[in-house]
């Protein structure tokens, strides 16, 4: 046992030199397993009687609504509070008089005050997704099974997030998605309403990008940045692609000032770090990559 009683003092003296310990003797980190059951509390408020494995009763569902409103209000304000402290103590802000707890109250208020634009917003992917799809049956099918529209339904909640400002806990729910679809959206990224990604393994989308409105991805496209310099950081490093445009699988789109015009078609494997003009068609032909207007000319 000697040998074990070596390895602890080894590894206690990494933590003074590596850190990497969460915050031991002060306030904790938000907890990844609170921030799954949240975002599962979430998924079911938003789609009801989809999660669950029972069916809903409508003559209850308020009661039924208000209670997982409330449970989730107080689950997500600790978990917020926890993330404002954090950014307290590293001096990027201040929670002010009243403290962190009123602070994350004012935010997730303002959240769930937002909760009914966000399901608009959804409701509108949701018919992208069936109409840009053949195979999809149903919208029923739509919301319970397309990783796309799971993806994009914890980056529209991560998003709001994002904007008020909350730590932390943005690219944890991000994250949490990323893993079970295989989709990563940064949850910095501007995205339009009737968004479609179809397939979807191997998608990223960056903190900067800009996406307009019926805007439909394919497996394995990029919109990332030129540079990954840690000074530019706070500049816009992805690229915006503009309304009505199809990127077609494993297309790479880099940098900041890059722009897909309004109406253009990107075809699969091709390489942009320059703007497209509006509707314009990419692609390649042998070995060379084509850009040739979409009325044929």
Known sequence: MDRIGKSIDSLMKTYGSYGMVNHSGGANLPGRENIAHIVRGLDELIFPGFRENQGLDHSNLKLITAEKVNHLARELIR??????AFLARTGASSCGNDGCHAAAEIVVESFFE???AIRHALSLDMQATFRGDPAAKSVEEVILSYPGFQAITVH????????????LIPRMMSELIHGRTGIEIHPGAEIGESFFIDHGTGVVIGE?????????????????ALSVKKEESSKKRHPTIEDDVTIYSHATILGGSTVIG????????????????????????AG??????????
């Open 262 to 285: 309004r109406g253009s078609v990107i075809g699969g494997n091709v390489w942009i770090i320059e703007s497209v003009p509006p509707n314009t068609t990419v692609y390649t032909r």
């Open 208 to 224: 900067t990008a800009i996406i307009g409105k019926n805007v439909k991805l394919y497996q394995g496209v990029t919109l990332g």
């Open 156 to 167: 529209r909640l991560a998003h709001y997030l994002w904007k008020a400002g909350v730590p």
């Open 288 to 297: 060379e990559q084509v850009s040739r207007p979409r009325n044929g000319a």
């Open 114 to 116: 937002e909760l009914p």
């Open 79 to 84: 978990e917020v509070e926890k993330s404002l």
